[in-house]
């Protein structure tokens, strides 16, 4: 079980080595291409198109295959995947690469992440996915020193790609871990279990709120990720690097803060730092507001970063007992999937927003989802309340 955990720990930094590289590499793929600035937004695009794909049909998959093999084979695509990319002799190439990338980080973000919510503590689930932040953080670091180095974007690729190819090697490797009654199979995967279907998962009661709270977080940290350093540079009047610096203390404090709260959720409710999360993004979107005060904003920003970081973690980990541990991989899934979406749409919704309003729409925009967010994620936690003093 401990060597089984610690796998997982090394998948999740994997998981989060590609996710920023496109973003990193683009400047200096683009010129050698003949791609225009554009493009990136829709291989980025596209990726995430094979990414909320495949988080729909993880249930159907892991239900059939079990999590190890899935999480195996979607490891397997992303790095081949890359492979790709490291010798793509064309945009359009890149393209075709796009697909199996998106299509294994989706069902292996959805099976990782119930997995742990199954079988291991809460602090675990924030954990790994700090680890998750530090991969994130390693790739463009691993690209920009090969960018550096004059070796190029191509063999930043090629890293990431053998880094992943090793894990594959070591997942194989550890398929009977993941089968083993100790590693812990839920009924679903045992086949104790009736399959359960996307469809009614979401018939499941107060599904619809847990979607609502998923699409809303999402929309929350990917807008404040992608905008807060133009709306500093425009209406605060930093400069490009300094705005970018706040942008990288915003995911700094996601990482810092779920590595905080794994410690935190030893002696509190999933349910509590779901709140505590929330109401800190609040103060940190008002802080925000406050008019033409560069400190606030700045401190607003890392705010929303420090109040996010245990919110996602501990949605998840609370699926199972808020809908079964039989329903939990679709729901999980379908979470996921909804999550994706949520980023996907509200980035470029609120640049369409801030072309005609203008960019000061910036802090309101952000604290309309997160008081969504709130507003939905108190009203599940009373319904289950409510549910659970009924069976006692």
Known sequence: MKILLIIIYIAFISLGLPDSLLGSAWPAMRPELGAPVSMAGYLAMTISVGTIISSLFSNRLITRFKTGIVTAVSVAMTAAAL?????????????????????????????????????????????LHCFWGIGATAGPMIMAYHIAAQNGWRFGYLTIAIVQAVLVVVLFGSLKLWDTDTA?????????????????????PNAELAMVGFIFFSATEVTTGL???????????????????????????????????????MKVRNADLIRWGQLICVAGALLIILPRSAVFAVTGIVMIGLGTA????????????????????????????????????????????????????????????IVIMLAASELLEKKMRRKADAVT
């Open 310 to 369: 245990p919110v996602f973690p501990a949605m998840l980990h609370e699926t199972p007992n808020r809908f079964g541990k039989d329903a939990s991989q679709a729901i999980v899934g379908l979470e996921m999937a909804i999550a994706y979406i949520g980023g996907t749409v509200a980035a470029p919704l609120f640049g369409q927003l801030a072309s005609v309003a203008g960019i000061r729409l910036f802090p309101y925009f952000v604290l309309t989802c």
């Open 83 to 127: 492979l790709g990319f490291a010798f793509a002799p064309s945009v359009w190439f890149l393209f075709l690469m796009a697909v199996p990338l998106g299509l294994g980080a989706g069902s292996v973000d959805a099976g990782l992440n119930n997995f742990v919510a199954l079988h291991y503590k809460s602090s675990h689930m924030n954990w």
């Open 227 to 265: 905008w807060c350093s133009s709306y500093l540079s425009v209406y605060h009047g930093f400069s490009a690097a300094d705005a970018a610096t706040v942008a990288s203390c915003f995911y700094g404090g996601i990482t810092v803060g779920r590595l905080i709260s794994g410690f935190v959720s």
């Open 184 to 204: 812990g199979r839920s009924a679903s995967e045992s086949g104790k279990a009736k399959y359960i279907t996307n469809r009614e998962a979401l018939r499941l």
